[in-house]
């Protein structure tokens, strides 16, 4: 196959990437989009198969065959819950696949005196895919919840990290220097980037996870977009900074529903305001607590109903006892929508994939900015496990940490059933005044079992 | 483009060709960049347009793209010499094709279960 065909098939496969993912733009297309980016790859791997004249099918098939199996294999036993850790999983592969194409390229070209701008790229796309690897391991591990990961804090970490990240520069720096000892210099500096990718996660944590999760999916698109400029191949390249432009996205939205920058998430730490913030104890003071009976009642009465959920329910993996009472309440004529927060659960979008998977239609799930001005007109509001995203300081309250943060105002609907298990703060580590509200009630109680419970005293009452 | 192209180029040059040869390298790279920028503003406008409901199959999706790497994979593992650039090469294939087939498929299952009402 001659090049020019080779780089007709890729700007081929290129054109069904970004079909692919013009498809995601509504559920309706969204598989056929997901279809159209598989076969573009599959496209993408024959080509570049057969444009070579002669190979060792041996160790490629071998290689194919075994990712081939260990991907099938993860695709189809995760829970949804834990996509989350999946897809850091994912991430950190594609990290570490960038790190060993560029160290093997580097090996090959080395001795035949390689462009700067190729030995700069070497060293680029070993540096993010590094960083990106370690870093996704870590967020895997403290995902999904693996004992010996906790959010590991000591003083000094930001100027480890500073070290570590000069200590990376200057090696890749000396990769472009020195190119007679290029292999030994990407190699020191590949060991200080994975040092790296370990202190920059290892310490962030919790609601936190879905700015670290988008922003090492970037990583991982650039990674690969700098492996292009290494073998100077267009289709690495356009494929790498689509990604890397979807993670920036998705970074980007996660911090302003968060009302935090980046560079906070990161290197910073969630301050509580010190003396002058509401003691617990204070704002707690007036909390009703109610029965699965008493909300029962109210829901027989209700003509609307809003569900709030949070990563708690996925924790209670209470998503398909909420579609079982959001059924049996529809079924009753009663209007029932989903208020998702844009931070809710640990990834971007976390909280749709768990209610679509359990049958709830799309059309029902709201983004807060177009539920936010429903809530007047809501009868009941049923919180299961979510928190910070419901606290009324973040609007009322210019002292609070979490001031300023976009929340779902649902203690403007007239009532509020919080299901929680106890009164413990949330991630932000601040009393939430909603628990305390005259319009809300808590129902404490593991969240499947609340719900389970009140939709069995709905069908009894 | 393909590597083994790149190879016998940069094997076959001299250097007393540099000159010419770093010049032709300089308008490749720019014109590479150029594809990079592009295909930035590209995947902005694309992605701006994606419903927040599906931005864990977004996740998933453009994961799997990222998997790309594959193709990098096979041609250094094509490449062949020495040995540990094959062994490297084969490694990176098996943890892209894991990336690529794992992502494509979980955001298939994803986006199956994405229904409309009734």
Known sequence: ?461 | MNLSQILILAKETQPTESMTDAAASGSTLILLITVFVLAVFIGFEIITKIPPMLHTPLMSGSNAISGITLVGALLTALAGEPFLVRIFGTLAIILATMNVVGGFLVTHRMLGMFKKKG
């Open chain 1, 1 to 461: 196959m001659s090049s020019t065909w080779i780089d007709l098939s890729y700007i081929a496969v290129i054109v069904l990437f970004i079909f692919g993912l013009k498809g995601l733009t509504h559920p309706r297309s969204a598989v056929r989009g997901n279809m159209l980016g598989s076969l573009a790859m599959f496209l993408a791997v024959v080509v570049t198969l057969f444009a070579s004249e002669q190979f060792d099918w041996t160790l490629i098939v071998i290689g194919i065959a075994i990712g081939t199996v260990a991907g099938c294999y993860l695709a189809y036993t995760i829970q949804m819950t834990a996509m989350p850790q999946l897809v850091a999983l994912f991430n950190g592969f594609g990290g570490l696949a960038s790190v060993l194409v560029a160290g093997a390229y580097l090996m090959i070209v080395v001795d035949d005196s390689p462009q700067a701008s190729v030995l700069i790229a070497t060293a680029v796309s070993g540096l993010i895919g590094a960083v990106t690897f370690t870093g996704s391991i870590i967020a895997f591990a403290k995902l999904q919840g693996l004992k010996f990961i906790k959010d590991i804090r000591f003083s000094g970490q930001k100027l480890l990290n500073l070290g570590l990240f000069l200590a990376g520069l200057f090696f890749a720096f000396l990769v472009f220097k020195q190119p007679e000892h290029a292999i030994l210099y990407y190699w020191l500096m590949v060991a200080f980037s994975l040092g790296l990718g370990i202190f920059l996660v290892i310490s962030i944590g919790g609601a936190d996870m879905p700015v670290v999760i988008a922003l090492l999916n970037s990583y991982s698109g650039l990674a690969a977009a700098a492996t292009g400029f290494v073998l100077e191949n267009n289709l690495l390249i356009v494929a790498g900074s689509l990604v890397g432009a979807s993670g920036l996205i998705l970074t980007q939205i996660m911090c302003v529903a968060m009302n935090r920058s980046l560079g906070s998430v990161l290197f910073g730490k969630l301050q509580p305001t010190g003396g002058d913030g509401p003691d617990a104890d204070v704002v707690y003071a007036n909390v009703k607590s109610t029965s699965a009976d008493e909300v029962a009642m109210m829901l027989e009465v209700a003509s609307r109903v809003v569900i709030v959920p949070g990563y708690g329910m996925a924790v209670a993996q209470a998503q398909h006892a909420v579609s079982d009472l959001s059924d049996y309440l529809t079924e009753h004529d009663v209007t029932v929508e989903f208020g998702i927060h844009p931070v809710a659960g640990r990834m971007p979008g976390h909280m749709n994939v768990l209610l679509a998977e359990a049958d709830i239609p799309y059309e029902q799930l709201k983004e807060m900015d177009i539920i936010n001005p429903t809530f007047e007109q809501t009868d009941v509001v049923i919180v299961v496990g979510a928190n910070d995203v419901v606290n009324p300081d973040a609007q009322n309250d210019p002292n609070s940490p979490i001031s300023g943060m976009p929340i779902l105002e649902v203690h403007k609907a007239r009532t509020v059933v919080v299901v929680k298990r106890s009164l413990s703060p949330g991630f932000a580590g601040v009393p939430n005044p909603l628990f305390a509200a005259d319009n809300a009630l808590m129902l404490f109680a593991d969240g499947r079992d609340a719900v389970v419970d009140i939709l069995s005293a709905l069908r009894e009452g």
